[in-house]
């Protein structure tokens, strides 16, 4: 069974970077055919597509986000991050990492993904 789990701060100051890990089990990242996937939904709003690293390192980007999204990976400790530079209170979301069994843009949950529960970060001053 492949589980997620989001961790990082709740609370982000404007103009900082909101940093976000997702550890996974029951899967590696390095040799699973999947893609890891980051997805926020702000509150009241439809679920947005962030983007996505594959197994071999290769990275995908919202375009709408590009300019302030980087996906990383520790591949020692089977983790994926979110790095989402000068953030605004727009920012303001439920962040879910899951897994993805191919590159897609959806933001919905698919019968075949793996989701995190979710972490609420709120950027406040």
């Known amino acids: 069974q492949v589980q997620l789990q989001e961790s990082g701060p709740g609370l982000v100051k404007p103009s900082q970077t909101l940093s976000l890990t997702c550890t996974v089990s029951?899967?590696?990242?390095?040799?699973?055919?999947?893609?890891w996937t980051w997805i926020r939904q702000p509150p009241g709003k439809g679920p947005e597509w962030m983007g996505a690293?594959?197994?071999?390192?290769?990275?995908f980007y919202s375009p709408s986000l590009k300019s302030r999204t980087s996906i990383s990976r520790d591949t020692s400790k089977n983790q994926f991050a979110l790095q989402l530079s000068s953030v605004t209170p727009e920012d303001t979301a439920v962040y879910y990492c899951?897994?993805?069994?191919?590159?897609?843009?959806?933001?919905?949950?698919?019968?075949?993904?793996?989701w995190g529960q979710g972490t609420q970060v709120t950027v406040s001053s």
């Open positions: 899951a897994s993805y069994p191919r590159l897609s843009t959806r933001a919905q949950r698919g019968p075949d993904d793996y």
């Open positions: 029951g899967a590696s990242i390095t040799t699973s055919d999947s893609y």
């Open positions: 690293i594959s197994n071999r390192g290769s990275t």
